[in-house]
T-cell receptor
Framework: NAGVTQTPKFQVLKTGQSMTLQCAQDMNHNSMYWYRQDPGMGLRLIYY???????DKGEVPNGYNVSRLNKREFSLRLESAAPSQTSVYFC??????????????FGEGSWLTVV | GIQVEQSPPDLILQEGANSTLRCNFS?????LQWFHQNPWGQLINLFYIPSGTKQNGRLSATTVATERYSLLYISSSQTTDSGVYFCAVAPSGSRLTFGEGTQLTVNP
C-alpha cells in the first residue's frame, strides 16, 4: 500500500520562484490536508479539503494556494516563495472529518528550502 | 484557538525504562491523537483516544477529557522508540492542533 505519496521529497527554490507540491492518496479518503513543520515545533495546518470540491484555510494559509484536483489528489502551490516558507511540508488524509473520530495518515514529507 | 502543551519537552532514558508523557489541552475536544515521528521524519499514528484508555503492546494511553489531559505510557523502552511524540487535538471540524512534542532518546 502506497498510502499518502508526496512529491518532490526535496526542493531548493530561490526567493520569488513558484512551485507546486503534489500529493496523492490511494485509500479512498474524503479529507486531505497540508501541514508545515518548522524546527522544534509541531505541525501547523495550512489548508485542508473536507471533501472533493471544497477547500478551507487552516492556521497559516498566507502565501499558499491549494487545489483539490479530484478525490485522490491535493496540491499545494507557493506562488512567490519566501525564506519564511523554508519548512518540511506534510500532506495527510483521513476517511472523513476528524470530529467524527477518524484517524489521520501522513505522507513522508517534502523538505523545502528557499534561499 | 485551543492550546496544547506537552511535557516534558525532552526525555532521555536507558533501554528498558518506563516513561510517561503528558498532554494538556485548554478546551473540550472531540478528537485526540498521539503520533510518533521517527528520526527520519515519518509520522505514525499511535492512538486515537478522545477519552478512556487504550493499549497497544508496550504503549498505552489514557485521556481524562473532563480534566483536559492525556497521558502516553511507554514501558520497557527500546532504542527504536526514540523520536518525537506529538499529541494533537481537534475541538471541532478538521482543524487538528499539534503540541510542540516530547523528544525521546532511548540509549542502549
Amino acid at each position: 500500500n502506497a498510502g499518502v505519496t508526496q512529491t518532490p521529497k526535496f526542493q531548493v527554490l530561490k526567493t520569488g520562484q513558484s512551485m507546486t507540491l503534489q500529493c496523492a492518496q490511494d485509500m479512498n479518503h474524503n479529507s486531505m490536508y497540508w501541514y508545515r513543520q518548522d524546527p522544534g515545533m509541531g505541525l501547523r495546518l495550512i489548508y485542508y479539503s473536507a471533501s472533493e470540491g471544497t477547500t478551507d484555510k487552516g492556521e497559516v494559509p498566507n502565501g499558499y494556494n491549494v487545489s483539490r484536483l479530484n478525490k485522490r489528489e491535493f496540491s499545494l502551490r507557493l506562488e512567490s516563495a519566501a525564506p519564511s516558507q523554508t519548512s518540511v511540508y506534510f500532506c495527510a488524509s483521513s476517511v472523513g472529518l476528524l470530529i467524527s473520530g477518524n484517524t489521520i495518515y501522513f505522507g513522508e514529507g517534502s523538505w523545502l528550502t528557499v534561499v | 484557538g485551543i492550546q496544547v502543551e506537552q511535557s516534558p519537552p525532552d526525555l532521555i532514558l536507558q533501554e528498558g525504562a518506563n516513561s510517561t508523557l503528558r498532554c494538556n489541552f485548554s478546551d473540550s475536544v472531540n478528537n485526540l491523537q498521539w503520533f510518533h515521528q521517527n528520526p527520519w521524519g515519518q509520522l505514525i499514528n499511535l492512538f486515537y483516544i478522545p477519552s478512556g484508555t487504550k493499549q497497544n503492546g508496550r504503549l498505552s494511553a489514557t485521556t481524562v477529557a473532563t480534566e483536559r489531559y492525556s497521558l502516553l505510557y511507554i514501558s520497557s523502552s527500546q532504542t527504536t522508540d526514540s523520536g518525537v511524540y506529538f499529541c494533537a487535538v481537534a475541538p471541532s471540524g478538521s482543524r487538528l492542533t499539534f503540541g510542540e512534542g516530547t523528544q525521546l532518546t532511548v540509549n542502549p
